[in-house]
């Protein structure tokens, strides 16, 4: 079996709403079913193809003794032949047309899909890119705040801070760790729900590209290393570009080894 096609029982009404002739004509959505992919694992088409190949064949019941048999007239059975098959022909080419409408629809379908689907990976992927920046931001700054306070907390017990100055300046670090905690929560989290929602689909339409990005990562991840030890880059903008290729890096592999495992 191929590794993708477009079902031939998933049909689309005026509204743009999908529907599966095998589940009796039901809406769909085939981002979420095998629908454009490996169709034939559906449970639907399964049990329509079973249902398709039962269909009993006729049984011609035996002769009784001393019953003769008549062999039929040439020319009749030819004519009968004939119109037989010259109905046949028609039927099929009916049913033939009929595909042929239907698979061109669902191949405009499967462009119309291709084509939001890779609209929707490039937003994801531009506005992944600068909240991953925001995310290594936050970090400096939770690390200078966690700083600051271990400075304050080594000056009150030194005595250079008396408890109300040691208190107010504690309480005040507290806080911007808590909220910047919170935001980098948040982020995560609608990060987290966005890789959910659009990695099948890229794994869909840009699997096959995988491969060659993570090896572009990975040379741009030597070549950056290379500049660095050269002295052609600075440490804070080495640190920083290396993290944003790192994370794309491993956010790739994992795509990767979930379609591998396929």
């Known amino acids: 079996m191929s590794s993708g096609g477009v079902c031939p029982g998933l049909y689309r ?34 049990g329509w193809r079973k249902k398709a190949g039962t269909k009993e064949e006729s049984v011609t019941p035996p002769l009784e003794a001393g019953e003769k048999t008549t062999a039929p007239a040439p020319q009749p059975v030819a004519i009968a032949e004939h119109v037989t098959g010259t109905k046949l022909l028609e039927e099929a080419s009916s049913e033939l047309d009929s595909l042929i409408n239907r698979a061109t629809e669902l191949s405009k379908i499967w462009e119309e899909y291709e084509k939001a689907a890779r609209e929707v990976i490039g937003s994801w992927e531009e506005i992944r890119d600068r909240l991953e920046k925001e995310l290594l931001s936050i970090e400096s700054s939770l690390d200078a705040y966690v700083a600051e306070l271990e400075r304050i907390e080594l000056k009150h ?27 980098k929560e948040d982020i995560q989290r609608k990060l987290d729900e966005l890789d959910r929602l659009i990695i099948p689909h890229y794994k869909r339409v840009k699997a096959a590209e995988v491969k060659p990005e993570i090896a572009k990562l990975r040379l741009a991840l030597n070549k950056l290393e290379q500049k660095f030890k050269e002295g052609g880059i600075t440490e804070e903008a080495y640190r920083r570009v290396k993290a944003e290729i790192e994370a794309r890096l491993k956010r790739l592999e994992r795509i990767r080894e979930e379609v591998e495992e396929q």
């Open 157 to 183: 017990k030194l005595g250079v801070l008396d408890d109300t100055q040691y208190e107010g300046l504690k309480s005040e670090l507290d806080r911007r760790i808590a909220e910047k905690t919170s935001e």
């Open 13 to 46: 009404d005026a509204k743009g709403k999908f529907y599966c002739k095998y589940a009796g004509g039901t809406e769909v959505d085939p981002a979420f079913m095998p629908c454009l992919m490996e169709y034939w694992e559906c449970p639907y088409y399964i």
